[in-house]
């Protein structure tokens, strides 16, 4: 069974500020992994995903996320926060088996970001 | 990317009575649907997957005959909330993988259902 776990329910930044939202999984095998944002009142878009190759994934709007199989960890990360990016972010995991894609969610982590 | 459509995005039904909420992909053809319940504050819980002509399968705890699943097509399924009750009023997102998109599926704006 595989699972994830966001760490903070809330992060607090200030507009210029680096971002950090953290993620990590259990699993057997390391599995693909997704960050997903939404904002109030709306679906799910995909920032970034990782299925295979270079550890390091970029996204959109600036952001990024690290593979680290040690740490089974993927952290999503933003040099730099501007106020837009105040929303929920998910933290996804779906086996890897191809054909199936099956994602299990985190709880989100709500971001913040102040003047 | 592709898209992803969801009908209505919000819904005030009365106590009792059923409510419809449409999926649509509107540039591929979805052999896959998956339905989301959001509760406030929390992570999405899957309720079921269907794959196109076939019924489909519910996750443990999600009453099947209270949340009646089609996927007659390619492009639409649908979500009947039957018998609606005041806990039932949720956020409700499907989303939608293609044929060959092994990795990824396309969310909806989802649907603020309220039962009242």
């Known amino acids: 069974a595989q699972s994830v776990t966001q760490l903070g329910s809330h992060v607090s930044v200030s507009e210029g500020a680096l971002v950090l939202l953290r993620c990590n999984y259990s699993?057997?095998?390391?599995?693909?992994l997704f960050w997903y944002v939404q904002y109030p009142n709306q679906g799910l878009q995909l920032l970034l995903k990782y299925t295979t190759g270079a550890t390091l994934v970029k996204g959109i709007n600036g952001f990024e996320a690290e593979f680290k199989k040690s740490e089974t960890s993927f952290h999503l990360t933003k040099p730099s926060a501007h106020m837009s990016d105040a929303a929920e972010y998910f933290c996804?995991?779906?086996?890897?088996?191809?054909?199936?894609?099956?994602?299990?969610f985190g709880r989100g982590t709500s971001l913040i970001v102040h003047p | 990317g592709a898209v992803v459509s969801q009908h209505p995005s919000r819904v005030i039904c009365k106590s009792g009575t059923s409510v419809k909420i449409e999926c649509r992909s509107l540039d591929f053809q979805a052999t896959t649907m998956f339905w989301y319940r959001q509760f406030p504050k929390k992570s999405l819980m899957l309720m079921a997957t269907s794959n196109e002509g076939s019924k489909a399968t519910y996750e443990q705890g999600v009453e099947k005959d209270k949340f009646l699943i089609n996927h007659a097509s390619l492009t639409l399924s649908t979500l009947t909330v039957t018998s609606a009750h005041p806990e039932d009023s949720s956020f409700y997102i499907c989303?939608?993988?293609?044929?060959?998109?092994?990795?990824?599926?396309?969310f909806g704006q989802g649907t603020r259902l309220t039962v009242v």
């Open positions: 699993s057997s095998v390391p599995p693909y």
């Open positions: 996804a995991v779906s086996p890897r088996i191809r054909g199936s894609y099956i994602p299990t």
């Open positions: 989303s939608a993988r293609g044929r060959g998109l092994n990795t990824e599926a396309f």
